[in-house]
């Protein structure tokens, strides 16, 4: 069709709504941390970053949503594949353009905030003092909220024009009870961008972490968008792969 996207064109558009989500949402990380100074973190703290967070989803939903889905999340692209409602040939290139963006998203941080944004740990997910399995169940609880959210604002019958305030709302909302843990990735590209380029910048990163928070991720977006099937499934409903599925996430 001659008002379609190219696949060039959707998987720029990932790259770059991941790369926004990363600067602004993890950004606000270091950022907070270089502006507080020696001064206690606190609840307020942790809601600013969590606000940053969803008004960047927000903006990416309604400025990306029509062109490439703004999955802007391996773990929504997941769900959607599971659920043959993204086909499988198109993964593999999604997953990879999500985790360039990170990639960019967190360069930009070091570019903008410099060497001291990586002294405060740039904003990588990690967690410490719990339990492997506390940390997989943060992330997980997180990250099917979030899927599942998704998965309910883009079904047919949901109230049209509100993706993106329901998603922003629901990462808003979400973040503020996993981030104590794992410090709320509930994003496989968004653990992994800030990581590798806080190894490249010099800071310290416990890559032995970043396979829990992937499994817990992928995992709980493939099982949230099963069970949203299983709740919202009527007869009317078709179980035919979309070749392109336009999944604000």
């Known amino acids: 069709m001659a008002d379609e996207p190219t696949m060039t064109q959707k998987l720029l558009t990932e790259v770059v709504g991941t790369a926004l989500l990363v600067f602004i949402g993890v950004g606000s990380v270091p950022a907070t941390l270089m502006i507080n100074g020696k001064a206690p973190f606190t609840m307020a703290d942790l809601g600013v970053i969590s606000f940053a967070f969803a008004t960047v989803v927000v903006a990416t939903v309604y400025a990306f949503g029509h062109i490439s889905g703004n999955h802007i999340n391996p773990a929504v692209t997941i769900g959607l594949a599971v659920t043959k409602k993204f086909p499988w040939s198109q993964v593999p290139a999604y997953l990879g353009a999500q985790v360039l963006g990170a990639v960019v998203g967190a360069t930009a941080i070091l570019g903008v905030l410099g060497h001291k944004a990586s002294d405060v740990g740039l904003g990588v997910a990690s967690y410490s003092g719990i339990p492997t399995v506390q940390a997989f ?11 599942l959210t ?13 993706a993106g305030v329901a998603i922003g709302l629901v990462v808003f909302a979400a973040i503020i009870p996993v981030a104590p843990a794992t410090g709320a990735s509930i994003n496989p590209a968004r653990t992994f961008g800030p990581m590798l380029v806080q190894q490249l910048a010099g800071g310290t990163v416990h890559w032995n972490q970043l396979p829990v928070y992937w499994a817990a991720e992928l995992l709980a977006g493939a099982l949230a968008g099963l069970l949203y099937g299983v709740l919202s499934r009527t007869p009317a409903d078709r179980p035919a792969v979309l070749s392109d599925e336009r999944v604000p996430a």
């Open 137 to 147: 169940t943060a992330e997980f609880v997180g990250t099917f909220i979030l899927v």
């Open 150 to 162: 998704v998965f309910g604002v883009i079904h047919r019958k949901a109230a049209p024009g509100f």
